[in-house]
Nanobody
Framework: QVQLVESGGGWVQAGGSLRLSCAAS????????MGWFRQAPGKEREFVAT????????YYTDSVKGRFTISRDNAKNTVYLQMNSLKPEDTAIYYC?????????????????WGQGTQVTVSS
């Protein structure tokens, strides 16, 4: 089993930055892709960013490209999401997830473990 705990969420004004962290415990996730998803009120959970097992390959949803950066530190079993130039539409609960395979994926069905989420609120 893998336990994932997100941190770093909070309130920020539009244009500001936040850095989310996701610490994994239990089994190692160093051989798994990791992803970030988000869910706004009244909306379905959506893909945000993913990184492969080594950290060398990443992929982002169009709305965050150029503003968000996903990275990982396998020695610490931790994944990060640096969020810059935040917009009110980025407001959501952000979830970290551990994938089933080493290669990155945007599909929710390919992630086996999920954290509890951390709230990000961006005010205009």
């Amino acid at each position: 089993q893998v336990q994932l705990v997100e941190s770093g969420g909070g309130w920020v004004q539009a244009g500001g930055s936040l850095r989310l962290s996701c610490a994994a415990s239990g089994r190692t996730v160093s051989n798994k892709a990791m992803g970030w998803f988000r869910q706004a009120p009244g909306k379905e959970r959506e893909f945000v960013a993913t990184v492969n097992w080594s950290g060398r390959s990443t992929y982002y949803t169009d709305s965050v490209k150029g503003r968000f950066t996903i990275s990982r530190d396998n020695a610490k079993n931790t994944v990060y999401l640096q969020m810059n130039s935040l917009k009110p539409e980025d407001t959501a609960i952000y979830y970290c997830a551990a994938g089933r395979d080493p290669s990155y994926t945007t599909s929710r069905a390919r992630y086996d473990y999920w954290g509890q989420g951390t709230q990000v609120t961006v005010s205009s």
